[in-house]
Structures are given as structure tokens and as C-alpha cells.
């Protein structure tokens, strides 16, 4: 059996599951210290489902702590970024983009040095070891503590990158936290760039959370390997998120789109997922979120991560609801503190929940609460929360037919039946913890990045040996071998190099193999 | 009309500079970030239309040169451009008085303000060829005779030199082999012409247009409007296919990104398949059915299908859902000396140009 968790800005779900089935579902509060949050989700389900601390062979957690950090710019480590490659990029330095409220909360502590490479592998200048010294010397100065290291064409050759970070490692010491873009993105400096100084400021917290979720488990008696999902809807080890946090944006999304697939058996569909805050609509191909075919901005910057196509719209079911000069919902919310101020809790906020109550969607909290709420106005207000979400699923999908619309997430309850565009409203069973089982399902991956010749072999037999090499270390990774599929494949140019060279980077994925006592560690 | 360009107007050029970079001249986020940084820190950009211009005015053409797949990682120095510009203004012994955008698309629409606003000189709202072309020689001062040389390119270690050439496919050749050396990218300053000869051998508006573009579907999208149809419209164009991309096959090739891409149609398009030619830019359009859709030397856009944004070649990729849309280029393109030059023939495609009007009419 294997437990789900997914934590987001206001609840807290856990499921416990054997194989497909759902044998115990669980909604809570999140709690400000998130790890007791997590210690309540997995006592909860263990009892509901009777299930002794022995009997987990897994446990998943979707987290959305390393997103909401750099939204909300907290708790991010301010971060010295060091480029190599001038003079090559001067025009353009480290952070040039960036909001000023994010730019701020890193600090703009910018190491503009020599080297870098061409497209085909010549080094731009030289890397200047003395030029490092000197800027590890005021890193040190200035009491940093994590190092972003992006260096020009590292897709292509990491080696800049792997040497700086070795001298800086040697000036600085252990405790000092290294980044390389070339781990982290792909060809596009400033984007990869931007995501390897976000990986860098999130590093303290990622070694905190990891910490917090090894200790949630101690204290739960799981002795289980945990693992973390990642924005393309597979797993990594606790350590590996704790060296490469943001691995984990994005992933919310991703966990309730894969977990409505599982609950309603669509594989085409519109899914909405409605939490406190917002709503996610995004779009199921073959059972897989569509991914975004733009770059995508987090917190107003620039990346080039591969995301989920999804479109949040500010309704959810701590929405504010406001009657004054027209009606206007959200996009603010009252969050996790739904449970005291929303009306139907006692509270003297007029939310989108209270709408939903008095409406008849929704029955819970105190009914009585909202009965003295104008019957034309909340009709009103019901109608402007279908037209919100039904304009939003028209804006995602790609043809103008009406679609199945799976909703799920325990802000769900604010739709009604039917919806404009849609052939049918599927509300499935445990809709309320979609991410979670969407967690607990998430599969393995198995990944192929290396540079090929295509003078001596053709492309496609070099993508076919790339796809079946991504395929066999996903099943060494704990993939079960036939559910393992081939989900991306990039190529790289590298022209100019002998034999006509190309980078082929493939990732594939599978199932991971459990229900034998055997969990292999992914990644 | 354009006059003057500040920081405010870079969001609505990077847009239209896509749109007219016919998925080429390299990626307009960078370029807009570059004219931005530059405005900052020097100030707005005059703007002079084309019958403004005294005919006795000197002019320079200038643009970058290389793979845009290398320009999103290689990212400028910040002095290539003025370097190039006066490697040239001092080999003919004259300072300019007017800056003209050698191509209008991508990275080169803006990367002429960059240079007005850092060396203080206005530029023309006009440029060379009415869209974006991958060679240098591929401009409308050629059919007037205008010589590309002398030349100036330099590149971001600060290396620069200045060619003077027997013909304008002659700096092509030696520019091309020049701007792989120093790493497929370069800045290049050329085409130096009075204010008489910009007048008759450009294509006048194009940076307003390029401005306005970018406007046009910014206002389209905010009222929820068919982005794609209002494109098409202001270019006199129509959409040839809609369609999710179902391979990217990706190379480079002496200094070109080629590109086929297959797109299986959606919609209408549904059950035919088209095939996009591209190098730096697209250069045709053909249809499974056995048709040629649209060639250069007219544009061919591509845009997202659902918000009309448009999709640069390196954003190509499995998956996209697009629209494409073909609209006429400038006449003298279609004269039988400007499809030698630009015409499918020269990419190497074996079939011929078919204006896209035409092509309208057997659909």
C-alpha cells in the first residue's frame, strides 16, 4: 500500500491507496509548521484504512511550498549568481528581467566572469581562475551561502560550470550550496539561467522541508523510501528534491490532472481543479496534461522548465465575494483561515463557499449562517462562478466542440451541473483528493542525455537507441517494463563538429513497480 | 505613425517583430530586452518617415547576422553594433545621419535601436526587404543596384573587420563564413545609401507597421477577438492551415537553421497534413493533398492557434497547436530579377512561386 499526500496553500490531502483502489481519503488544514499537517494527513488515513505503519511501501507527497516560496518572494536565500562568458552576455547580466520584489529577495549579487562556449564547443575565453577567486572572495565577504553557476552553451558543455563550482567549492567549503544551470535547464541562457538562481534560493528551504518530511514519517513510524513529484508528473527522492527544488513546481497541477484521469477513466477531457484559492483548468490528451508550448513565468520570470498548459483563474472557496459596486469574486481569498472567517463557520466574510451553501451546491457548515443572503444575488453570484470557469475551459481547449469537464479538488463543490461548452460535468468519487491520488500514482522516469553522431548512424536509429535506452533505466528505476512510455525527446544541433553530432536528450516513463515489497529508488 | 519609439512601445514591436519575422531574425524577447536596456540608459529613439528624409541624408543599413538558436544563448556584448557602424562610417570617411533596419523581423527590428539610441542618431521607419530573409544580398537596394559593401561586422570578443566585395552575394559568402568563425553570431553594418536611394529601394512604414501589428493583437486578444483573422486581415493575407505540429526535424546547416515541420490538420484542416519549410525563416507551405499552400518571397506566419500569438522556429515543437497564415510580400519581389533571388528556386525547393492570391483560389 502506498500513501499520498499533496500539500498546498490551504489543505493538507492524503490518501491511502493499493494499486488503483482508494481505501482511505483524507482533507486537512494546512498547518503553518506544514510537518504536523503531514503527520495528521498519514495518521488519518493509516486508521481509516487500517493500516499499520508496516504495510506502506511508499509514500508520495506533491508539494507547492518551493512554488508558493517564490511567489510570495519568503523564505528564498539571497544568491550569488555567477555567469561565465564575457564578454559575451554583457549586455544582458544575471537578474536583467526579474520583478524588482523577487529581484530584491535574491539580492543582485551578479559575477559577470570569463568563459563559456560556442555552439560547437570552442570555448568563448578562457575561464580566469584568478577572476573566480576574487569572486568567491567576496562571496565569502558577503556571507553567501548558496551560488547559482550558468555559464554560455553548458547544454552543450558542462564543463565551465563543473569546473567553477569545483574552485568555488574549494574557496567556500561544503556548506556552501552549488547550482549548475546545465542540471537544471535547457538551451536559452536567460531562462535557464533564471530557474538555476531560483533552484539556488530555494536550496536552504528544500534542505528544511526535506528534513520536516523525514521527520513527519519518523514520527508516523514509516521506515518507507518517500519521494516527491515532479512538474512532469514523475518521481525523485527526497534527496534529489533537496538538491534540485524547483524539480518540484508545477507538480500540483500535474497530480490532480493524472489523478482525474485515474478517478473518472477519461483520457480527453477539461479538468478543473478548484482548491481555496484558485482554479486550475487545464487539458487531458491520452490520459497526460498538455504541456505548454510558450515559455512559462513564474512569479513574473522568465523559464524554460517544461510545464503543465494550465490557466488559474482566482476562484476558489475562500474567494471574496463582493456585493458592493457590481458583483465581484476573488481573485483574493481568505485562504487557509476559510474555516473562521467564512459566514457558514461563523465568521463574518462573505466567501464564495457561503455562495455555494446558500445556493444549495454545498451543504456544510451552518446553513442558517447564510440565510439571509438576497436569493437574486446569489443566483447571480452562482452564475458568474460558471461563466468564470466555463470561459476559461473555452479559452484552454483547442477546437470549438463542447468536451467532457472533469472537476475535482474540494472547491469543486462551487459548480453547479452543467456548464456552458461542456457535453458533461463528471464530479468522480474522491474528487476532493485528486492531487493526492494523482501523487500516490505518479510514475518513475528513466533519462537519456547524450551526444550522438549522426554521420555514422541515421536520426531515427539514433532516437530509436536513445528512446530504448531512456526505457530501460526507467525499469531499472522501479518502472514496470510494459507500462513504460517515451514522453520527450529534444534534439540539440551541435553543427560544425565532426561527423555532424547531435544532443538527444529522452525521457521516458512507467509505473512504479510496487505491491512486492520492492521499491527501487527513482532517479 | 511612429515618431518616436520609448520603452512603452517594445512589448506591441517585439510582438508585430515576430509576426513579421516570419518565424526567423532570431527571438524579439531578447531584442526587445536589448533596445529596452538601451533606452534606459541613453533614451528614446526619433523615428523618421521616409519622405522626410532630406535626399542628401547618409544612410547605413545595419542588422545582426547568425542563427537565432545561437542568439538565445551567445547574448551580446552591448558594443558589436556600434563597432561594425563605425568600422564603416570610417572607412568611407563620413558620419551618418540616419540609421536604416536592414530586414523587419525578429531580433532585427529592434536591433536598429539599440544603435539610434546608444550612438544618438534617428532611424527610418522603413527597412530593406518588407519581412525578414536569411541572406544578405537578399534586399530590394540589390535590384536598384545598391552594393552591400563596405561592410563592417564585428562580434562580441570585440573582433571586427570591413570587406569590400565584387558583388552583394559575394559579402554574403564571405560574411556568412566570417559569422561562423566568430560563432554564429555577429553584428554587421552595410547597404550605406543616400536619403534619395532609401526612398526609391526600401519598403517605407514597416517599423510602424511592426508597431501596429503588435497592438492589433494585443486589442484583439483583450476583447476575446480573432487575433489570427485580424493579422491576416492587416496584411492583405489569409489563414492557409490549422494544425498540431507532429515532428520538428531540426538542423543546422552551414550557418542555417533548417527546419521541416509536419502539421497534422484540425478543424477544417482535418485529415491533411502540411509541411512548413524553414530556414531562419518559412520559406513554403505545401500540403499532403500535393499542393503548394504559399512560398516565399510571400510571408508565412505562424501563430498560436488559440491566442494568435505568434511561435518563433525555436518555439517550434511536438505538439503545438497552430494556424498559418500567408500574406503577399513587397510587388518588386515578385518582378522576375526579385524571385531570382528570393524566389523557391533559390532555397533549393523544386517548385514554383505561386502568389498567395492564387493559391486562395483553388482552396
Known amino acids: 500500500m502506498r500513501i499520498g499526500i499533496d500539500v498546498g496553500g490551504t489543505n493538507t490531502d492524503g490518501v491511502l491507496m493499493d494499486g488503483l483502489t482508494v481505501l482511505a481519503e483524507i482533507k486537512t488544514s494546512t498547518t503553518e509548521d506544514v510537518t504536523s499537517g503531514i503527520v495528521n494527513a498519514i495518521s488519518a488515513v493509516m486508521t481509516d484504512g487500517d493500516a499499520p505503519a508496516e504495510s506502506i511501501e511508499a509514500v508520495m507527497i506533491g508539494t507547492t511550498h518551493f512554488t508558493n516560496a517564490v511567489v510570495e518572494a519568503r523564505r528564498l536565500s539571497e544568491v550569488a549568481t555567477v555567469r561565465l562568458g564575457l564578454p559575451a552576455g554583457a549586455a544582458l547580466p544575471p537578474l536583467v528581467d526579474w520583478p524588482a520584489r523577487l529581484r530584491d529577495a535574491v539580492g543582485t549579487h551578479v559575477f559577470m566572469c570569463h568563459g563559456g562556449n560556442e555552439f560547437d564547443g570552442r570555448a568563448i575565453t578562457p575561464l580566469d581562475r584568478d577572476e573566480l577567486l576574487r569572486a568567491a572572495e567576496e562571496i565569502a565577504r558577503r556571507g553567501l551561502h548558496t551560488v547559482a553557476i550558468s555559464s554560455i552553451f553548458s547544454p552543450v558543455d558542462g564543463a565551465f560550470e563543473r569546473e567553477a563550482a569545483e574552485l568555488l567549492a574549494g574557496e567556500l567549503g561544503e556548506d556552501v550550496a552549488i547550482s549548475l544551470s546545465h542540471e537544471i535547464g535547457r538551451v536559452g541562457l536567460l531562462e535557464r539561467e533564471n530557474a538555476t538562481i531560483m533552484n539556488a534560493s530555494l536550496r536552504r528551504l528544500g534542505r528544511t522541508i526535506a528534513d520536516a518530511f523525514r521527520e513527519a514519517l519518523r514520527h508516523s513510524g514509516i521506515e518507507a523510501p518517500v519521494y516527491l513529484s515532479q512538474n512532469d508528473g514523475t518521481l525523485m527522492t527526497i534527496e534529489h528534491a533537496e538538491r534540485y527544488p524547483v524539480s518540484t513546481f508545477a507538480s500540483g497541477p500535474t497530480n490532480s490532472m493524472r489523478g482525474a484521469t485515474l478517478l473518472s477513466g477519461l483520457q480527453d477531457c477539461a479538468v478543473v481543479d478548484i482548491g481555496g484559492t484558485t482554479a486550475d483548468i487545464g487539458v487531458l490528451r491520452d490520459g497526460f496534461p498538455r504541456e505548454a508550448t510558450t515559455l512559462v513565468e513564474i512569479a513574473g520570470v522568465r523559464t524554460n522548465f517544461r510545464m503543465p498548459d494550465v490557466l488559474p483563474v482566482g476562484l476558489g472557496g475562500g474567494s471574496y465575494v463582493r456585493t458592493g459596486d457590481g458583483l465581484t469574486i476573488g481573485p483574493d481569498s481568505v485562504g487557509y483561515e476559510l474555516p473562521q472567517k467564512a459566514r457558514i463557520f461563523g465568521g463574518e466574510t462573505l466567501t464564495a463557499s457561503d455562495i455555494a451553501v446558500a445556493g444549495g451546491r454545498a451543504d456544510f457548515g451552518d446553513r442558517a449562517a447564510v440565510a439571509d443572503l438576497d436569493p437574486a444575488m446569489v443566483r447571480e453570484a452562482l452564475e458568474l462562478i460558471d461563466r468564470t470557469v466555463a470561459e476559461a475551459i473555452d479559452r484552454m481547449k483547442t477546437s470549438a466542440g463542447a468536451v467532457p469537464v472533469v472537476v475535482v479538488g474540494g472547491g469543486s463543490v462551487l459548480l453547479g451541473e452543467q456548464l456552458e461548452g461542456a457535453t458533461e460535468v463528471v464530479r468522480p468519487e474522491h474528487f476532493g483528493v485528486a492531487n493526492a491520488i494523482g501523487a500516490a500514482i505518479a510514475q518513475v522516469g528513466g533519462e537519456v542525455d547524450a551526444v550522438f553522431s549522426l554521420a555514422e548512424t541515421p536520426r531515427e536509429q539514433v532516437l530509436e537507441q536513445a528512446k530504448a535506452e531512456a526505457t530501460e533505466r526507467a525499469v531499472a528505476a522501479g518502472a514496470l517494463a510494459d507500462s513504460v512510455r517515451v514522453v520527450d525527446v529534444e534534439e540539440v544541433g551541435l553543427a560544425y563538429l565532426p561527423g555532424n553530432a547531435v544532443r538527444v536528450k529522452v525521457k521516458a516513463v512507467g509505473d512504479l513497480e510496487i505491491g512486492r515489497n520492492r521499491v527501487a529508488a527513482g532517479n | 505613425m511612429l515618431r518616436q519609439v520609448t520603452e512603452d512601445h517594445l512589448d506591441d514591436i517585439a510582438i508585430g517583430a515576430a509576426i513579421l519575422g516570419t518565424g526567423g531574425g532570431g527571438n524579439p524577447y531578447i531584442g526587445k530586452l536589448l533596445a529596452r536596456e538601451s533606452i534606459r540608459e541613453h533614451g528614446p529613439v526619433e523615428v523618421v518617415p521616409l519622405d522626410e528624409v532630406p535626399d542628401d541624408a547618409f544612410v547605413i543599413s545595419v542588422a545582426m547576422m547568425g542563427a537565432p538558436t545561437v542568439m538565445v544563448e551567445k547574448l551580446p556584448a552591448g558594443h558589436e553594433l556600434e563597432r561594425a557602424f563605425r568600422a564603416v562610417e570610417s572607412y568611407l570617411g563620413r558620419r551618418a545621419t540616419h540609421i536604416l533596419p536592414l530586414e523587419m523581423g525578429g531580433l532585427n527590428s529592434v536591433t536598429p535601436l539599440c544603435l539610434a539610441a546608444r550612438v544618438g542618431l534617428p532611424v527610418l521607419d522603413a527597412d530593406c526587404m518588407g519581412r525578414a530573409f536569411p541572406e544578405l544580398q537578399m534586399v530590394l537596394p540589390t535590384l536598384y543596384g545598391v552594393a552591400a559593401s563596405p561592410m563592417g561586422i564585428a562580434d562580441e570578443k570585440g573582433n571586427a573587420s570591413v570587406m569590400e566585395t565584387i558583388s552583394n552575394r559575394w559579402t554574403e559568402t564571405l560574411a556568412r563564413s566570417t559569422v561562423v568563425d566568430m560563432g554564429c553570431t555577429a553584428m554587421i553594418a552595410c547597404y550605406s545609401v543616400s536619403g534619395a536611394q532609401a526612398r526609391e529601394a526600401t519598403v517605407p512604414g514597416t517599423l510602424s507597421l511592426n508597431e501596429e501589428l503588435g497592438r492589433l493583437v494585443r486589442e484583439t486578444q483583450a476583447v476575446n477577438g480573432d487575433a489570427i483573422g485580424a493579422v491576416a486581415e492587416r496584411l492583405g493575407g489569409r489563414r492557409i492551415f490549422s494544425g498540431k505540429i507532429g515532428d520538428v526535424d531540426r538542423k543546422t546547416v552551414a550557418g542555417f537553421a533548417r527546419v521541416e515541420s509536419r502539421i497534422d490538420g484540425l478543424d477544417g484542416d482535418a485529415g491533411v497534413s502540411m509541411t512548413l519549410y524553414?530556414?531562419?525563416?518559412?520559406?513554403?507551405?505545401?500540403?499532403?493533398?500535393?499542393?503548394?499552400?504559399?512560398?516565399?518571397?510571400?510571408?508565412?506566419?505562424?501563430?498560436?492557434?488559440?491566442?494568435?500569438?505568434?511561435?518563433?522556429?525555436?518555439?517550434?515543437?511536438?505538439?503545438?497547436?497552430?494556424?498559418?497564415?500567408?500574406?503577399?510580400?513587397?510587388?518588386?519581389?515578385?518582378?522576375?530579377?526579385?524571385?531570382?533571388?528570393?524566389?523557391?528556386?533559390?532555397?533549393?525547393?523544386?517548385?514554383?512561386?505561386?502568389?498567395?492570391?492564387a493559391t486562395a483560389a483553388r482552396t
Open chain 2, 278 to 357: 524553414t530556414q531562419n525563416e518559412h520559406l513554403a507551405a505545401t500540403s499532403s493533398d500535393g499542393g503548394v499552400l504559399a512560398t516565399t518571397p510571400d510571408l508565412i506566419i505562424v501563430l498560436d492557434l488559440e491566442t494568435g500569438d505568434p511561435i518563433t522556429t525555436e518555439e517550434l515543437r511536438y505538439g503545438c497547436r497552430v494556424a498559418v497564415v500567408a500574406a503577399p510580400c513587397d510587388p518588386r519581389w515578385r518582378s522576375p530579377e526579385g524571385l531570382e533571388i528570393v524566389g523557391p528556386a533559390y532555397f533549393g525547393y523544386d517548385f514554383d512561386y505561386v502568389p498567395v492570391e
